[in-house]
């Protein structure tokens, strides 16, 4: 937890006048269907598909997809992350609090085998108010410890997958209230994310025509990492339920690449769309 009063990283207008600020927002409008943002070479887009998911074994190849991606985008953590001190947010018991959201790409087990820490890819920061989005950084790690259920009312209906009331899997984007926690490593300042509340978690792709599409729940499951419970527990995969079930769907997509591009931007990847159809 962030000590404001103390922590020479944050900034002194969270230290004074804070509780002035509003409060947290009932609901967060994100995600725009169309796709409007152009990427450049450090960022990792949401992949173009040709056709639509329409199987499991789909939706997996797409989650396995979302991994690759991760791997080829990740970049050292940038210092200029500090900068995401002073982007919209709203105050929860006088600290400042954010909605971040990113694509779960990786996870990471500790020595006893339980789950640590969760990767998000392109993680953004989103204006609790006006819907907008600020890109943080290539990546950042969740730590599942930190995750709490501040209130199970705010999550989105849909986001869960059988009993839970939400259900984080890989290739999942995620969208969470979060506290910021500033630290230095060695020299340098950084920001991570400190407590985590988690409201929605889905997958989505982009069509033909650069619409963001949301895989439906009755084809998403697969590859699960955590769930939310009714009862506010959190269950959690072990890293070898986890192992075998991601060198299982490895396996199955292992000689199947076609029919995915991965963009910079829809406006580049149109022609290569458009030479792709003809072909066919």
């Known amino acids: 937890m962030i000590d404001i009063a103390s922590n020479p990283i944050i900034p002194h207008m969270f230290r004074d006048g804070v509780a002035a600020d509003r409060m947290r927002p009932r609901s967060v409008s994100y995600l725009p269907g169309r796709i409007r943002e152009i990427r450049d070479s450090d960022r990792c887009g949401t992949p173009v598909l040709l056709d639509r998911p329409r199987t499991r074994h789909d939706a997996e190849r ?3 997809l979302y991994r690759r991606i991760g791997r080829d985008c990740m970049r050292t953590t940038s210092s200029a992350r500090t900068g995401i001190l002073g982007l919209p947010h709203y105050v929860d018991g006088g600290r400042p609090a954010y909605v971040v959201t990113g694509i779960v790409s990786d996870v990471h087990f500790d020595r ?40 199970p009312a705010m999550i989105h209906g849909h986001a869960g997958l059988g009993d839970d009331l939400l259900t984080v899997s890989l290739g999942d984007r995620i969208t969470f209230h979060c506290y910021l926690n500033a630290y230095r ?37 697969g590859l699960e990492i955590m769930g939310v419970r009714p ?15 991601l060198l299982a769907a490895l396996s199955r997509h292992l000689e199947q690449e076609g029919g995915f591009y991965e963009y910079a931007s829809v406006k580049t990847l149109m022609p290569l769309i458009t030479a792709q159809r003809s072909a066919a």
């Open 62 to 64: 797409l989650r396995l």
């Open 112 to 151: 006893d085998g339980r789950l640590d820490r969760i990767c998000l890819l392109d993680p953004c920061a989103i204006d609790p108010y006006g819907g907008g989005t600020t890109h943080i950084d290539t990546h950042i790690w969740l730590f599942a410890d930190r995750l709490v259920v501040a209130d």
């Open 185 to 221: 490593k060695g020299a340098r300042k950084r920001i991570g994310i400190d407590e985590w509340f988690p409201i929605d978690s889905q997958l989505y792709y982009a069509d033909r025509n650069g619409t963001r599409r949301r895989v439906p729940n009755h084809i998403r499951d």
């Open 231 to 245: 009862c506010r527990e959190v269950a959690c995969a072990s890293e070898q339920d986890w192992a075998s079930r």
